[in-house]
């Protein structure tokens, strides 16, 4: 009798070694499969740059918050310059909420950079654009610059603000509006003939 309780210890603590075991494993992948939703349900780098409703890539800032003057890398607006150019910005991007809201297209045209007609006309970057969720969910396929606008600008760009610019050069800036104490690009904004327009910084 004593030789089978012997017997039957090991026997138990190896099955009970077992089991937790593979809850801790279960557990473990369970985790791991939940950290890996949450990234990819992380906006892709556009930022708020056009996506729901179809809106363009969205590139996330690399710094954490954009500010004129935060590095000695960064070209440095004076405070005059930098007032004069956020307020010129802003109201630039309230002009364009209006444009876009009301399905302008000829006159969205008018604030584009060649740079960024030519981007968004390529039938490379409309293809890519179309494999966005929202668009393949309806069975949006892109094929030119107005298809753009009206499926992927106006869905996402009627109602942003600005909130911080980022001064690249004199005539190159980047607008930023706050998300959940993030901040977004909205634009990448040029300017050309001493007039802001869309266009496209590298």
Known sequence: MKTMIRMERPFHTLWLLAILTLVLLIVASCAGNKAVTEVQELPKASVVQEQPPVQEPPKAP?????????????????ETAY??????????????????????YEKW???????????YSDPAVLRAQSEAP?????????????????????????????????????NRVRAYMYVDNTPVIIYELQKVDNQWKIGIIE
């Open 62 to 78: 690399a710094e954490a918050t954009p500010t004129h003057g935060q590095a000695e890398s960064e070209f440095v607006l004076s």
């Open 83 to 104: 007032k004069e150019t956020k307020r010129d910005l802003s109201d630039l991007v309230q002009e364009l909420n209006k444009i876009i809201a009301a399905k302008d």
């Open 109 to 119: 045209l008018t604030y584009l950079t060649k740079e960024y007609r030519a981007y």
């Open 134 to 170: 929202l668009l393949k969910k309806y069975s949006v396929v892109l094929r030119s610059l107005k298809d753009y606008f009206h499926y992927v600008v106006v869905g996402s760009r009627q109602n942003v603000r600005l909130d911080e610019i980022k001064a690249l050069d004199e």
